[in-house]
């Protein structure tokens, strides 16, 4: 198995080295047959990589601790799934799974161009998608292979850090990588329309559902992070402003910047230049955090150790950039769009300025995390930004880009007009208005909180009311009830209710963030069997003391009675793990979730004498924050769920 | 160039300068030398850093110094140079212990000095997460 795997690697480099040969030939000869070669190698390498994959995973299965990978990832007491998600928990599965996926996604866009075989982009594209494929396949056959084997089989494996068996982990870096793959596609088309010359939109409309996908997967792997943060860590929190929470979070927020001027461009064919150069950010911004996470170039809390992978990814980085930017120089006369802006008071401008808001987001959060490398190199000390630099930078950024949501789609299209702005202002802004008036009577001080919840009433009041007013006048144009339009219209409109919904997502997850952020109170305590610790209104009991065995570790879990304002609510089991082949216990978060907060418990201390430590806080509103990240997914594959087929006559 | 295209360059203009003035204002208040321990016990010049400033300091754990006070939650420690020096710098932490936390493993910890003790008061800790850790048997 380990020869087949490590076989199936070579093959594959060898079809994705052979595919950028053929394409090469093909469209300097301008000769269909090598272009064909070239698209069945491209094939090829997706079969090839598949093979390798199934090969990992058979190892992992099979407890073959021959192989280096999968003696320090996996061991025999461990349970099933977490040996097959174990594939991913190191960087060479990792690299594996990413070269597998991009080999399906490649296939992927074959399939989808079977009917157009001699279009002038798809060489170009498939150039590209060759190209990416041969650095990872390179980096797995020549310098970091999984399927690299020990001088001796040991006995057992080291197992899999405790930390990672968790369900949202094993998800976690997946969907981030697909994420991250996924925009190798609208960039492979963007330097295929450059190299062509297309100046129209059509690169655009081809590779939409490539970006919406890759944004919702993107979205995914950070809400998945945050979860994992949030019930894994033990510090309370879900967020941390760390380089690899950072790295993922500054791709997200340009591939957010370019889905909106994508759209101005399908309506209005403008920003043409500007979206080249916002898909090639995005692209290499995915490289770039890879390589953050991958060089150990940053202290982070993530350690994925220094491989020697970085000055790799460097170069492809480079070797990216430098490409990219020469097209773009190259191709600048002919994307030049005459059409400029017709009115500050537009639509368009709102998406400008949400643009810029976004990018200067995604600079400053880039500054902060880098920042020691470049203090460094000006003055020779390492210069360090926390939390509290992107926190305050950030913090009003995003509440002028809340703002920016709310106003957008109140404005109409080329230019709005006074009378138009009054009529669609007067709902929203009364509900803000009573929303801030409510909530200052209700004893909210904090202006910061104070403003993110007025903002986020004002947004949520401008689509509820864009949402009603349509359907009312649909039902009555049509005579249809309101309870079957409204669902009806949401479907049949979906493009533009998912992108709304998206917005209704954004709103709920500021509201999550503001009301823990602002509001979240901590307490500690340690506790003989009987007492109690009083936190906010909850009074948590020290009831009773259990440890017994379970899978692959023994658990020591103390019961705690919780009751609030003197009614009992319930129990609680607090817990602290020792897993075998571990030398450290782990504490165990355990969670009361309400939509109104959640009571948040670790135990990071257990006595001799029967004492139990806690650590209890206190966060309001949190679950909005999941709740708002969920609906955002949603709002996403909506937006994407294709319309259906016209028979075309 | 057309007037509403100046407009909208000013205004993006303005919110450039703006975003910049905040960058500015964070790093000015918020920034903090990064130190190694022979750095921070001045066995090796480093940046000049006065008593009672927040900076960062990285180091492996010395073996034998943990000291885990589970009612109290205060953990004391020895950092060790990560460069090869010999300079060691006693910490604390009040709070609970991470845990990845273990002897020879790289924390960063983020505090004030006190050189009179010779003291770091830590008022934050991270913890290298490794995706692999050693099993006992393996010693």
New interface residues.
């Given amino acids: 198995m380990v020869i087949f795997g490590t076989l199936s690697q070579y093959a594959a480099l060898a079809f994705s080295l052979g595919t950028m040969v053929c394409l090469l030939l093909g469209v300097m000869r301008n000769d269909a047959r090598w272009t064909q070669a070239g698209r069945r190698c491209l094939v090829s390498v997706t079969a090839c990589t598949t093979l390798a994959s199934i090969a990992l995973g058979y190892l992992f299965l099979s407890d073959s601790f021959q192989v280096e990978y999968v003696a ?2 996996s ?1 025999r007491a461990l349970p099933i799934f977490y040996k097959l998600t174990a594939f991913w ?2 960087q060479k599965g990792s690299l594996l799974v990413w070269a597998w996926v991009l080999a399906l996604c490649s296939a992927l866009v074959v399939y989808n161009n079977r009917r157009e075989p001699d279009s002038r982009l798809t060489p170009y594209v498939y150039l590209v998608l060759g190209g990416t494929l041969s650095f990872f396949l390179y980096l797995l056959c020549a310098v970091t292979s999984p399927f690299e084997a020990l001088a001796f089989t040991p006995q ?1 494996g ?2 899999l ?1 405790p ?2 068996q968790n369900p949202g982990m094993v998800f976690h870096p997946p969907t981030l990588f697909l994420g991250y793959i996924g925009f190798t596609i609208p960039f492979a088309y963007a330097i295929a329309a450059m190299v062509t010359g297309t100046t129209d939109a059509s690169w655009i409309k081809k590779t939409r559902a490539w970006n919406v996908l890759s944004w919702i997967f993107l979205t995914v792997g950070i809400i998945l992070g945050c979860q994992w943060a949030y019930v894994e860590l ?1 510090w309370g929190g879900y967020w941390a402003w760390d380089p690899v929470e950072n790295a993922s979070f500054i791709p997200w927020l340009v591939s957010t910047a370019f889905i909106h001027t994508a759209i101005i461009q399908e309506r209005r064919g403008i920003m043409k230049v500007w979206n080249m150069v916002l898909i090639l950010l995005t692209f290499l911004l995915c490289i770039f955090g890879t390589y953050l996470v991958r060089s150990g170039v940053l ?7 220094a491989t020697g992978l970085g000055g790799y990814f460097l170069a492809f980085l480079g070797i990216a950039t430098v490409g990219g930017v020469y097209l773009l120089a190259e191709s600048y006369g002919e994307f030049k769009t005459s059409n ?5 008071l537009s639509r368009e ?1 709102t998406f ?2 949400n643009n ?2 976004l990018l ?1 987001l995604a ?2 959060t880039l ?2 995390t880098i ?2 490398l470049i ?1 460094e190199a000006v003055t020779g ?6 939390q ?3 926190n ?2 950030n913090t ?2 995003f509440l002028l880009l809340l703002a920016i949501t709310g106003v957008c789609p109140l404005i109409g299209w080329r230019k709005a007009s006074p009378a138009n702005l009054r009529k669609n202002f007067l709902r929203p802004a009364l509900s803000a208005l009573a929303t801030g008036g409510a909530l200052f009577a209700a004893g909210v001080r904090v202006p910061s909180a104070l403003l993110a919840f007025i903002l986020a009433a004002f947004v949520a009041g401008t689509i509820v009311q864009e949402y009603v007013l349509v359907v009312l006048s649909r039902g009555a144009v049509t005579g249809e009830a309101t309870w079957s339009a409204a669902p009806r219209l949401l479907w049949r409109m979906r493009r533009r209710y998912g992108g709304h919904l998206v917005h209704l997502g954004l709103v709920l997850t500021v509201v999550g963030i503001t009301g823990s952020s602002a509001y979240k109170i901590e307490a ?1 305590g ?1 506790l003989a069997k009987g007492e109690s610790l009083g936190i906010g209104t909850y009074e948590l009991k020290y009831e009773d003391f259990r440890q017994y065995q379970k899978f692959n570790r023994t658990v020591y879990a103390a019961t705690l009675g919780i009751s609030k304002g003197g009614t009992r609510l319930g129990a609680l089991d607090a817990e602290r793990r020792y897993y075998v ?7 165990e978060v355990s969670l009361r979730s309400t939509l109104w907060e959640d009571l948040y418990v ?1 135990m ?4 001799s004498n029967g ?1 139990i ?1 806690l ?1 209890v806080a206190v966060n309001p509103l949190l679950l909005w924050f999941w709740i708002g990240g969920g609906l955002m997914v949603v709002g996403g594959v909506l937006a994407i769920i294709p319309p259906r087929k016209r028979k075309t006559p | 160039m ?1 007037k ?2 100046r ?2 360059l000013a ?2 203009l303005v ?2 300068a703006g ?1 910049g003035f ?2 500015y ?3 000015a ?6 130190l190694t321990v022979a750095e921070l016990t001045g066995a090796v010049a ?2 000049r850093v006065a008593e009672g400033d927040y900076v ?1 300091v ?1 180091g492996e754990v010395v073996d034998g110094t943990i000291d885990y006070d ?4 205060v953990l004391r420690f020895a950092l060790r140079d990560l460069e090869g020096s010999e300079q060691t710098v006693a910490v604390r932490y009040d709070g ?2 991470p ?4 002897p020879d493993i ?1 924390v ?1 910890a ?1 505090g004030t000095f006190a050189r009179a003790e010779g003291l770091f008061r830590a008022q934050n800790l ?13 010693k």
């Fill in positions: 320090s990832y061991d928990a190191g057992d080291q197992g850090n930390m990672l033990g202290q982070s809390v993530h350690d994925f150790g400029a802006l017709e009115s500050y401008s400008l300025f810029v808001i200067a600079f400053a500054l902060g920042f020691p203090s000390n390492k210069i360090t930004v926390g509290p630099f992107f305050q930078v009003p950024l500690q340690t082949n571990a030398k450290q216990p782990t504490t670790t990071p201390g257990i006595g004492d430590t650590k | 057309k509403s295209t407009k909208a205004g993006v919110i450039a975003v905040l960058i204002r964070g790093i208040t918020t920034s903090a030398y990064y480093g940046p960062r990285g589970q009612k109290d939650l609970p212990k845990d990845a936390f273990a790289e960063l983020e991270l913890v290298k997460c490794p995706s692999k850790y050693q099993s006992e048997q393996e």
